[in-house]
């Protein structure tokens, strides 16, 4: 019901920024809150932040100050801000939507993109 696209992965240094961005398309569905997840080899998915449609924004503790989440309600977008990057950054960024569906259980699921690689070289 849902697909997203990512965009603006790269390569950076030290004290760097990027801006990722994440759309959102698809029918029959209500977005509840809209993030952003980092992996890397050998660990598991964690959440770096995330937006509710009514904009309470949550963030892990290694990124408070430095990154910022926001959303485009009326396009079906979030966008990551990530400021004063360090090598410790560096991860395949996911983007994560949470959606309620258009029927009589009217479930809550998760959707993923498809990774967007984040390199900071010191």
């Known amino acids: 019901q849902v697909q997203l696209v990512e965009s603006g992965g790269g390569l950076v240094q030290a004290g760097g920024s990027l801006r990722l961005s994440c759309a959102a398309s698809?029918?029959?569905?209500?977005?509840?809150?809209m993030g952003w997840y980092r992996q890397t080899p050998g660990k598991e998915r964690d959440v770096v932040a995330s937006?509710?449609?009514?904009?309470?924004?949550n963030y892990a503790t290694s990124v408070k100050g430095r990154f910022t989440v926001s959303r485009d309600n009326a396009k079906n977008t979030v966008h990551l801000q990530m400021n004063s990057l360090t090598p410790e950054d560096t991860a395949v960024y996911y983007c994560?939507?949470?959606?309620?569906?258009?029927?009589?259980?009217?479930?809550?699921?998760?959707?993923w993109g498809q990774g967007t690689q984040v390199t900071v070289s010191s």
């Open positions: 994560n939507v949470r959606a309620k569906t258009l029927d009589w259980l009217g479930n809550e699921y998760d959707y």
């Open positions: 698809g029918s029959r569905f209500i977005i509840v809150s």
């Open positions: 937006i509710t449609s009514r904009g309470t924004t």
